[in-house]
């Protein structure tokens, strides 16, 4: 009887840590969308037909911003080009005069960020590049 109780505890141990590797190991799934809710907050204005394909969109104000913006992308490993926006894998980016830090845009989901520095930029295109309109 000792002998049965002991298998199944260590039985029961061991479907624990099966399931605790593979939470682990999921978690860290860089493909997983779980996290695609949390990269920008919904906005419905954000429509347009560039954005519907997929591609995703950086307004900045600064000139000074146009360059750590490029080497964002480069790092990203995006680009812009006709091409890339017909597939929806563009990442374009727009100076707007008067804009206040840096505008992240995909297809309704936007992102206001102070600078081309602030890490959740990153997030936002690597979740949003390539994620066409349902429907």
């Known amino acids: 009887m000792r002998r049965a109780a002991i298998a199944l505890l260590a039985a029961a141990a061991g479907v624990v ?7 682990f190991f999921g978690s860290r799934d860089e ?8 990269a920008g907050a919904p906005d419905r ?3 347009s037909a560039v954005l519907r394909a997929g591609n995703v969109e950086l307004v900045y104000g600064a000139s000074a911003d146009l360059r ?9 490993g995006a680009g812009d ?3 890339l926006r ?3 894998q563009a990442v374009i980016l727009r100076q707007e005069s008067g804009a206040a830090g840096v505008l992240a845009r995909a297809y309704r ?3 206001r960020a102070r600078s081309p520095a602030d890490p959740r930029l990153q997030d936002f295109v690597e979740t949003w590049l390539g ?3 349902s429907g």
């Not at 099966?18 to 939470?23: K, N, S, T, W």
């Open 17 to 23: 840590a099966v399931v605790g590797v593979l939470a």
């Open 31 to 38: 493909g997983s969308t779980a996290r695609r809710p949390t």
């Open 45 to 47: 204005r954000a429509t």
């Open 68 to 76: 750590p913006l490029v080497a964002l992308v480069q790092r990203i």
């Open 81 to 83: 080009g006709p091409a």
């Open 86 to 88: 017909a597939a929806g």
């Open 109 to 111: 989901h936007s992102l």
């Open 131 to 133: 994620a066409p309109a």
